[in-house]
């Protein structure tokens, strides 16, 4: 290989581990703001074709790296997932050419519309990703943002499109103030500006979403049973697994909780083939004297044959059951298999379940012992990666929940940052609604979120989160408030749309600027 072309791939690798490493070491968030920059460099003069091919490459070894844990699942499933995800790159790459090649030296004559539409660009592909094929939004730019709680406030205006879009945006003007002399100052302040801006109103947000009252408004219990997934679903080890889980509530319950909550499927068995079993978790619970949420698969729909459900119960004090909710947005190629008359024999080769989607999105409704200011208080519940969607969290805080809860199992991907990368998306949803997020995983990062954001509590031992068993009480601050996005939805998306529609037509236009 030549130089140039050694030299076009080492920025482009360099760009990908700028791009994967905030999303396993949290602190180093500042690195986004300057990733692409070495990629955008080996753009420089190239064909759409060779931008393309660069473009590619930066998404495979993105996903790959980010993503690794997926091989601990199915590497084949790793491998075609990361292929399938980078053409998301590549489509970046081909719209983008045209601001690298030879005749668009010109940049410098609109530097800022060039950032806009590039960014604008980036966040409608992160949304078609989060949405074609059932969707898998995982890993946006904004997300590499979980730990900048000033920066990600904005959220709570433009959702985590908006921090996607900032972090583009910069990483373009930045490249600009490097690339071109002539608007090198002119980017800078540009820079500077935004990020004045957005960390003013992040300072000013944290400042009204500081707690007031000098209780909580509620107590809340999370369990963190850390089953290992090859033990989950062994019949020989159904009776040690609840125990494990009784033993947590009983603990819980000293603790003056006012909700217990039990992670993903953690009832080991469906409900309705396990009736001694559930009548043992109903004697638990009245013993705990605490309404408790508990994940179980359950059974149903007899009339339409029988289906299977990945659900939550909430008991009452008593151990009766009060309410229930099934997880209405499935994992596809692991709770159910899309296209089964065509993809069936996919089925021989890897274990797929057959679970039915819910219906309905529950808002379930609990008494606190001490009421503050709530005499009810109203949740909804996000199965696994429900929390990933923003469109369907804001639909159940629409429906009137003061807080969410997220039940899930990171068991599959061992000790590793999957976890963590699960999480972000919940400190997302918790800014966008302003309303807190309490985390129960059956191994994971169980923790609580403020309605600002923040890490307030996690289950730990001696400071490790992942692949360790116990409980955290924590107290949680409900408000009566709103936001923008929680009001309007995602509309930046039409905004970007726009952008994107005028760059077009500008850049047919027949004038000197016409390829800008």
Same mark, same amino acid.
């Given at each position: 290989?030549?130089?140039?072309v ?7 690798? /360099? $760009?990908? @581990? !700028? *791009?994967? &490493?905030p999303?396993? #070491? ?5 690195l986004?703001?300057? %990733? ?17 091919f660069?473009?590619?490459v ?28 980078s ?11 045209q ?13 800022v519309r ?25 890993a ?5 943002q979980w ?6 406030q ?8 908006? /921090? $996607?879009? @900032? !972090? *583009?945006? &910069?990483?373009?003007? #930045? ?5 071109y002399?002539k608007? %090198? ?81 953690s ?16 004697s ?61 024999f996919?089925?021989h ?60 199992n ?15 998306a ?13 985390r ?30 116990g409980h ?5 601050f ?17 905004v ?21």
């Amino acid at each position: 290989m030549s130089r140039p072309v050694i030299r076009d791939f080492a920025a482009v690798v /360099v $760009s990908a @581990l !700028l *791009l994967a &490493l905030p999303y396993h #070491f949290s602190f180093l968030w500042p690195l986004s703001f300057f %990733a692409f920059i070495p990629y955008f460099f080996s753009l420089e003069n190239k064909s759409r074709g060779r931008v393309v091919f660069q473009s590619l490459v930066l998404g495979i070894l993105f996903f790959a790296i980010t993503m690794y844990w997926l091989n601990y699942v199915n590497i084949f499933a790793f491998i075609l997932l990361v292929i399938y995800l980078s053409l998301y790159f590549a489509l970046f790459g081909f719209y983008s050419a045209q601001f690298f090649s030879k005749k668009s030296r010109g940049l410098e004559a609109g530097p800022v519309r060039a950032a806009l539409t590039m960014a604008a660009l980036w966040v409608l592909l992160e949304w078609v990703r989060g949405w074609l094929f059932s969707g898998l939004p995982w890993a946006l730019l904004g997300y590499s943002q979980w730990k900048n709680v000033l920066f990600i406030q904005v959220a709570d205006v433009a959702g985590v499109w908006g /921090v $996607s879009f @900032l !972090l *583009l945006f &910069l990483n373009v003007l #930045f490249y600009q103030f490097l690339s071109y002399k002539k608007i %090198a100052l002119g980017c800078l302040y540009a820079a500077a500006a935004v990020l004045a801006v957005v960390y003013l109103y992040g300072f000013l947000k944290m400042k009204e979403w500081e707690p007031r009252d000098l209780k909580p408004s509620l107590r809340v219990s999370v369990l963190q049973g850390n089953i290992p997934q090859d033990q989950k679903w062994d019949a020989k080890v159904r009776g040690i697994i609840f125990e494990k889980y009784k033993r947590l509530t009983l603990m819980s319950a000293n603790e003056a909780s006012d909700l217990i909550v039990w992670p993903e499927t953690s009832f080991p068995g469906f409900f309705e083939d396990e009736p001694v079993m559930a009548a043992h978790l109903r004697s638990t619970i009245r013993r705990a004297n605490t309404p408790t949420l508990v994940g179980v698969p359950t059974l149903g729909g007899l009339e339409e044959g029988l289906r299977s459900y990945n659900s939550t119960i909430l008991f009452s004090p008593s151990g009766e059951e009060s309410q229930r909710y099934s997880k209405t947005h499935l994992v596809p190629f692991g709770e159910f298999l899309p296209f089964e008359p065509l993809l069936g024999f996919i089925r021989h080769l890897v274990v797929i379940g057959r679970f039915s989607p819910g219906q309905e999105k529950s808002i379930f409704v609990l008494k606190p012992r001490a009421p503050q200011n709530y005499l009810t208080a109203r949740f909804g519940v996000l199965i696994c990666y429900e929390d990933m969607f923003p469109s369907l969290v804001r639909d159940f805080v629409k429906k009137g929940a003061d807080f969410l809860v997220n039940v899930t199992n990171d068991a599959w991907f061992g000790n590793t940052a999957a976890p963590y990368q699960h999480a972000q998306a919940s400190v997302f949803r918790a800014v966008e609604n302003r309303v807190p997020v309490i985390r129960s995983a059956n191994t994971g990062f169980s923790c609580f979120i403020s309605a600002s954001g923040e890490v307030v509590g996690s289950v730990n031992d001696r400071g490790k989160e992942i692949m360790v068993t116990g409980h955290q009480t924590q107290g949680i601050f409900l408000r009566k408030s709103t936001s923008l996005y929680r009001l309007l939805g995602d509309w930046f998306l039409l905004v970007c749309a726009a952008l994107l529609w005028f760059s077009w037509r500008q850049a047919n236009k027949p004038n000197r600027y016409s390829r800008l």
